[in-house]
Nanobody, 125 residues
Framework: QLQLVESGGGLVQPGGSLRLTCAAS????????IGWFRQAPGKEREGVSC????????RYADSVKGRFTISRDNAKKTVYLQMNSLKPEDTGVYYC??????????????????WGQGTQVTASS
């Protein structure tokens, strides 16, 4: 089981950037795909991006393609989500999560077993 802690959220004007960090503790980090999810008030949690255990495979929701970039550093047990050109509709609580999967990742939240507490992202003028 992994313990995950998100950081880097905040208030930013539309068009601005933020970088989220997911820091993990536990010995199995290198065997886990990591996903980023978000939840806006009154809406279901949705997949934003994910990265396979070695960083070879990445996936993005259509709504963030070309604006968000996911990466991971297994030596530091950390995953990053660089978010550029933020829009008001990107607002929500962002969570990172882990799943045991070899050499791929998915954006289905039900496949993830370990979750962080979330960090708030607000894009507003």
């Amino acid at each position: 089981q992994l313990q995950l802690v998100e950081s880097g959220g905040g208030l930013v004007q539309p068009g601005g950037s933020l970088r989220l960090t997911c820091a993990a503790s536990g010995s199995t980090f290198g065997n886990n795909a990591i996903g980023w999810f978000r939840q806006a008030p009154g809406k279901e949690r949705e997949g934003v991006s994910c990265v396979s255990r070695r960083g070879i495979t990445t996936r993005y929701a259509d709504s963030v393609k070309g604006r968000f970039t996911i990466s991971r550093d297994n030596a530091k047990k950390t995953v990053y989500l660089q978010m550029n050109s933020l829009k008001p509709e990107d607002t929500g609580v962002y969570y990172c999560a882990a799943m045991a999967l070899l050499n791929s990742c998915v954006l289905w939240k039900d496949e993830y077993s370990d979750w962080g507490q979330g960090t708030q992202v607000t894009a507003s003028s």
